[in-house]
């Protein structure tokens, strides 16, 4: 049976070595284990959520057709263009361990470090460092058969490759032609906007889940792409143009130091990870004047307290 693993270590992996010693091959430690899997499938998590569906949603289960359940929810994988074999689909994600992926792309993997970059998870299970970067994980990882198996396409992006859903094959396509590890945390973020955007994450949403406190540093970030702001993190926090754009900054509270959490969500933020489409705006309609933004504004989408618009 398939469960939801929102684990709480600090890295996972060794279920993927205990099977590597049991089994002493490489063909049998990374075979795609037969066995039942979830009815319902939506879309193969490729890039991004805008990846084609093209799988069947409604698939028979039971004791008597659990097998064929597990077997339908694989679907064929193309390595660099050429069909190679299988990749798992689970909710709508394609999923693999991190075992089966050093195999493909030819990377070291000793149960704990892959290709010598050793993933560790947050205790929340909602996201993963690897090499300082920050990778969103809203579904956490999975573990079926004894090994743990992390969306594709988090994989993929640890190694600078790509992973996309073909919708008219049913099919995941990997591209494995340039295997290279990103650039470190390190060099890659601006540390002043790290700064900055997870004290407005802290003081604005540092009780709301993740999702919120990513969708509370979309809406700055969204600000600094737009022509309507201006051009930087700390200059949109600080934007006085038509009045105090954030309570914080009037009640001193973004000065406060902000939580492991909130520099976490400012950091996905930094990677692309996005819950709040466009928005430019968000209000807590039980305390702010959530009238006028629903009358004169685009509703995006409602996260925890806040409702974000456009």
Same mark, same amino acid.
């Given at each position: 049976?398939? &469960?939801?693993?929102?684990?709480?270590?600090?890295?996972?992996?060794?279920?993927?070595?205990?099977?590597?010693?049991?089994?002493?091959?490489?063909?049998?430690?990374?075979? !795609? #284990?037969?066995?039942?899997?979830?009815?319902?499938?939506?879309?193969?998590?490729?890039? @991004?959520? %805008?990846?084609?569906? $093209?799988? #069947?949603?409604?698939?028979?289960? $039971? &004791? %008597?057709?659990? !097998? %064929?359940?597990?077997?339908?929810?694989?679907?064929?994988?193309?390595?660099? +263009?050429?069909?190679?074999? !299988?990749?798992?689909?689970?909710?709508?994600?394609?999923?693999?361990?991190?075992?089966?992926?050093?195999?493909?792309? $030819?990377?070291?993997?000793?149960?704990?470090?892959?290709?010598?970059?050793?993933?560790?998870?947050?205790?929340? @299970?909602?996201?993963?460092?690897?090499?300082?970067?920050? *990778?969103?994980?809203? %579904?956490?990882?999975?573990?079926?058969?004894?090994?743990?198996?992390?969306?594709?396409?988090?994989?993929?992006?640890? =190694?600078?490759?790509?992973?996309?859903?073909?919708?008219?094959?049913?099919?995941?396509?990997?591209?494995?032609?340039?295997?290279? #590890?990103? /650039?470190?945390? /390190?060099?890659?973020?601006?540390?002043?906007?790290?700064?900055?955007?997870? &004290?407005?994450?802290?003081?604005?949403? +540092?009780?709301?889940?993740?999702? $919120?406190?990513?969708?509370?540093?979309?809406?700055?970030?969204?600000?600094?792409?737009?022509?309507?702001?201006?051009?930087?993190?700390?200059?949109?926090?600080?934007?006085?143009?038509?009045?105090?754009?954030?309570?914080?900054?009037?009640?001193?509270?973004?000065?406060?130091?902000?939580?492991?959490?909130?520099?976490?969500?400012? &950091?996905?933020?930094?990677?692309?990870?996005?819950?709040?489409?466009?928005?430019?705006? =968000?209000?807590? #309609?039980?305390?702010?004047?959530?009238?006028?933004?629903?009358?004169?504004?685009?509703?995006?989408?409602?996260?925890?307290?806040?409702? *974000?618009?456009?």
């Amino acid at each position: 049976m398939i &469960r939801k693993n929102k684990l709480h270590m600090t890295l996972l992996l060794c279920a993927a070595v205990l099977c590597v010693a049991a089994n002493g091959s490489a063909a049998a430690q990374y075979e !795609e #284990p037969e066995a039942s899997a979830p009815a319902e499938m939506v879309e193969a998590e490729a890039d @991004g959520p %805008d990846a084609g569906t $093209g799988l #069947p949603e409604d698939m028979e289960t $039971g &004791r %008597d057709g659990e !097998e %064929d359940a597990a077997r339908d929810n694989y679907v064929p994988l193309y390595i660099n +263009g050429a069909l190679h074999s !299988e990749c798992l689909v689970i909710d709508g994600v394609s999923r693999m361990s991190l075992g089966r992926f050093a195999t493909l792309a $030819g990377l070291s993997f000793d149960g704990f470090s892959i290709g010598g970059l050793t993933p560790q998870l947050a205790e929340s @299970g909602e996201y993963a460092v690897v090499n300082g970067r920050y *990778f969103y994980l809203p %579904d956490g990882l999975y573990e079926l058969g004894g090994e743990l198996l992390w969306p594709l396409s988090a994989v993929a992006k640890i =190694f600078g490759c790509s992973v996309s859903w073909d919708a008219a094959s049913g099919s995941v396509n990997l591209d494995l032609t340039d295997i290279e #590890p990103l /650039e470190s945390g /390190e060099t890659y973020y601006d540390e002043q906007d790290v700064y900055w955007l997870s &004290r407005i994450i802290y003081a604005e949403s +540092g009780n709301q889940p993740l999702a $919120g406190q990513i969708g509370v540093g979309n809406v700055v970030l969204n600000r600094v792409e737009s022509e309507l702001f201006p051009d930087s993190v700390f200059e949109v926090i600080f934007d006085r143009s038509y009045g105090v754009q954030f309570s914080p900054v009037e009640n001193g509270t973004i000065y406060a130091q902000p939580d492991e959490e909130a520099v976490a969500a400012a &950091r996905l933020c930094l990677e692309g990870y996005n819950t709040a489409g466009g928005s430019l705006y =968000f209000v807590n #309609p039980d305390i702010g004047a959530g009238y006028w933004f629903a009358a004169n504004l685009t509703f995006v989408t409602s996260i925890g307290d806040h409702d *974000f618009y456009a």
